[in-house]
């Protein structure tokens, strides 16, 4: 929220002239009352002749490509010769007889920029026509700035006119503080902060009583709880917009446009609610607020025709959608910009459900100003003040005339009072405050209070909060406001003793050993958004049966396109692996160690614990049932080359091999022995599949994805991935101490012919089995397949290494012990010793 001191001062009394507060201790005294500031940017650096003038005569230059147009402008006498000014300009938003801001030769714009005389385009150009963005005060550049008539007369100095001299105040409102997303609510707080008076502008708005409806309303659905409709009749669509309205708009961030959305939004600045305004001609029957019907559609203002989801909350007429509730309105109805016909004006000013419309924001990516005040809490009360206040503009300055009527549909319940011990607030922050303070402070926030006596005869605040401070509804939440407003700096911070000697967990030192682990491998470390589109199951070619399917929703999403919770890693994986593709790493290999949530089979209902007393074991035990498993996995992806290529080589693109070995070195890293063993799961290539084991016991797959996968993704060819459940390896915190041998070992090669169907890795399990306690490694380092071999047969050679741990082994001892690993392998696999 962007403000600036002279807005706040119309509220709240912050002094005039040198006892005027600086911008600076605004931004003191708003951190004081805990709200944060995001920046105070300072008043434009603006130096020079900068004037105000009226445009006398254009002349269109066609000879260009562009629109050049060359212009005569009145400074008054601004250039000390009173004649009419010289200046090229090129943009076309303003007529002969318009008030322009002019910044005569030696002006210095912000950035450095220094005007002056120079000839161009065949002409010599005097100064510059200036538009918002030039002159620091706005980003708009699509135009020069035009004032309202009667702004000042021509040659007066703009400095002041224009408020350059002001700087704007930014402030970052947390969603807790919805009601600080506007003037009111800022005041209020810096009222507060300040000790100063403070005058709420929806009290200045008189809202007449008045019979009967302006326009006929039906709300169908409780997301909607208010909707007020107010009508103006005969707004001229060509009435200027007040300088000081657009000023206040420009150092809100938020670009004029025509008279009749600037009010709306001005008092969306100024009160915090939201409002809209259609064109009551091309509004038809009655409106009716209601859900969307599955197969509607809805352009709205910024002309996208949307596909509306059921659970999005309309404003529709009899001809259908005209608004998506509390977030944009629809094209339908809008109010056309540039026409010349007097415009009867309906204005809406509602109460939505705030979760309803974040949905429905996230949902469309559609977020406006509208929806996040919405999304945050709006004061129930404000819509008829709010839409009265906008109204009154209208007919202040488009000559508008308030037609009878005011429609009122539906309702606002009245906030619950709070009682609370008077001194809880000491007693919480451990803090002696001055007397009153409680009840002063609970007075400034809005609260009607009232002192009573409580059963034990000390004395207690009953406190009505404000409707808007939704929030309020726990003592803790009214001790949070006295300890706020007194200041938390007076709370006295006593930090506690750490616990000595516990350091990390064993589960947590395993996480760090796989994670360096497949660092020191090349990995590099992600954290992929652990939120999924359940469109991607599709893409993996999973079976709807398949339990990775079985996800839990999210109820309000960051994302409503990924509203569930993922399964596996792999989605966010490989969605990474696109994105770091896209932007030009072509040879990747990542890996990420995280949890992963898979709902239980059958549903556990979640219990409500009270927050007044430590819930019971029971209750406890019913919590962890209802709470689906999240085990920690860890995956890895990888695409492009391994190893890369350079004068050593021609380098070696990444393999499922890769993929296999990742999980085999997490598995070491882990204080464990896993296997491979061939395997046929989605998304993975069903020849190029492993299942990762230990023992007999299944952790997870590796290998090749599916080229459908592949191709449904947009992923590099031969993509590969990796995902184990590092919880179902067992934690053993009682390791033996490696046993190494200083005696030589002997080394001797084998040859197995087996056939092509027989694993590689159940071939040298089978050498290990046999090879007994002497067989120290196992290697495969060659594989051939030819007419030698026979059909259907491959060769496989395989080292192997033979060590003693108390003397040097025997030519005969080695010897031995191959011919048994060998024998078990022939009787196993029915393979031959290849001579």
Request: one cysteine or more.
């Amino acid at each position: 929220m962007r403000v600036t001191q002279s807005w706040l001062s119309e509220y709240v009394s912050i002094g005039t002239g040198v006892d005027a507060k600086s911008a600076d201790e605004l931004g003191e005294a708003f951190v004081k009352v805990g709200l944060e500031i995001e920046e105070i940017h300072p008043a434009p650096d603006v130096s020079g002749p900068v004037v105000v003038g009226r445009v006398l005569a254009i002349e269109e230059l066609t000879e260009f490509k562009k629109p050049i147009r060359w212009c005569q402008v009145d400074v008054g006498n601004a250039n000390d010769t009173g004649a009419p000014q010289n200046v090229i300009c090129g943009a076309t938003n303003f007529a002969v007889g318009d008030l322009v801001v002019v910044t005569l030769p030696g002006t210095v714009l912000p950035g450095g920029f220094e005007v002056g005389a120079r000839k161009t385009y065949g002409h010599l150009s005097e100064g510059m026509i200036a538009s918002v963005r030039e002159l620091g005060i706005g980003t708009d550049h699509a135009g020069i700035l035009v004032l309202p008539p009667g702004t000042a007369e021509p040659g007066t100095p703009a400095a002041d006119v224009l408020g350059l001299a002001e700087p704007v105040i930014e402030i970052n409102v947390t969603p807790d503080r919805g009601y600080c997303f506007a003037l009111r609510g800022l005041a209020r707080e810096l009222a507060a902060a300040t000790e100063a008076d403070y005058t709420d502008p929806a009290a200045r708005v008189a809202v007449p009583d008045t019979t009967g409806d302006a326009w006929p309303v039906r709300l169908d659905d409780e997301g909607c709880a208010r909707f007020v409709a107010r009508r103006v009749d005969g707004v001229d669509p060509t009435a200027p917009t007040p300088w000081w309205m657009q000023r206040r708009l420009l150092a809100g961030g938020m670009r004029p446009i025509s008279l009749i959305v600037d009010v709306t939004n001005y008092v969306m600045l100024e009160l915090g609610q939201p409002l809209h305004a259609y064109d009551a001609s091309l509004v038809s029957g009655p409106i009716v607020v209601r859900r969307a019907v599955a197969g509607e559609k809805l352009t709205t203002l910024d002309d996208v025709v949307r596909s509306l989801d059921p659970d999005d909350l309309l404003i529709t007429d009899d001809s259908g959608p005209i608004g998506l509730a509390g977030v944009m309105g629809g094209a339908s109805t809008e109010i056309p910009v540039g026409g010349t016909e007097p415009v009867d004006v309906l204005l809406e000013a509602a109460h939505f459900v705030p979760a309803v419309i974040a949905r429905g924001a996230r949902r469309h990516k559609l977020p406006s100003e509208a929806s996040k005040r919405f999304e945050r809490g709006v004061d129930p009360m404000l819509p008829p003040v709010a839409a009265e206040r906008a109204a009154q503009l209208l007919v202040e300055f488009g000559g508008g005339t308030i037609a009878a009527g005011r429609t009122d549909a539906g309702g606002v319940t009245a906030p619950a009072a709070v009682r609370m011990p008077l001194d809880l607030p000491d007693r919480v922050a451990g803090v002696g405050y001055e007397r009153g303070a409680t009840v002063r402070r609970l007075a400034q926030i809005g609260c009607a209070v009232e002192l009573v006596t409580g059963d034990d005869g000390r004395g207690q605040v009953v406190a009505t909060p404000p409707t808007w401070r939704p929030d309020l509804v726990r003592p803790a939440d009214l001790v949070e406001e006295v300890l706020r407003l007194e200041g938390l700096d007076r709370i006295p911070s006593i930090l506690p003793s750490a616990v000595p000697g516990r350091g990390l967990t064993p589960a947590q030192q395993r996480r760090r050993v796989v994670g360096r682990a497949l660092a020191e491998n090349g990995y590099v470390e992600v954290l992929p958004f652990p939120f999924i589109d359940p469109t991607v199951w599709d893409a993996f070619g999973l079976d709807a049966g398949d339990p990775r399917r079985r996800t839990v929703h999210v109820v309000n999403p960051l994302d409503a396109e990924r509203a569930e919770l993922a399964s596996t890693l792999l989605p966010g994986l490989l969605e990474t692996l696109g994105r770091n593709r896209s932007r030009g790493l072509v040879d990747l290999a990542l890996y990420t160690i995280g949890q992963v949530t898979q709902p239980h089979h059958e549903t556990v209902p979640m219990p409500d614990p009270p927050v007044d007393a430590r819930p019971s074991d029971d209750v406890y035990a019913q919590i962890n049932a209802a709470l689906p498993q999240q085990p920690t996995h860890v995956g890895v992806v990888l695409a492009g080359d391994r190893e890369a290529r350079g004068w050593w080589g021609a380098g070696r693109p990444a393999g499922w091999a890769d993929a296999v070995a990742a999980a085999l070195l997490v598995g070491k890293a882990a204080g464990v022995e896993l296997r491979a063993t061939a395997a046929a799961l989605p998304p993975f290539h069903p020849g190029r599949c492993a299942e990762i084991r230990l023992g007999d016991f299944p952790l997870g797959h590796a290998g090749e994805l599916h080229p459908k996968v592949v191709e449904a993704l947009d992923l590099p060819p031969r993509t590969c991935a990796m995902e184990i459940d590092l919880d179902l390896i067992p934690l053993d915190e009682a390791r033996p101490v490696p046993v190494v041998s200083p005696y030589p070992p002997i080394t001797v090669d084998v040859a197995l012919v087996a056939d092509t169907a027989v694993p590689v890795a159940a071939l040298a399990e089978a050498l290990e089995d046999g090879g007994g306690a002497l067989l120290e490694q196992v290697r495969l380092f060659d594989v051939y397949a030819g007419e030698q071999v026979g059909e259907g047969k491959r060769s496989l050679a395989y080292t192997l290494r033979f060590r003693a741990p108390d003397r040097t082994l025997t030519s005969e001892e080695a010897n031995a012990a191959r011919d048994a690993a060998v024998a078990v392998a022939v009787e196993r696999h029915g393979a031959a010793l290849r001579t």
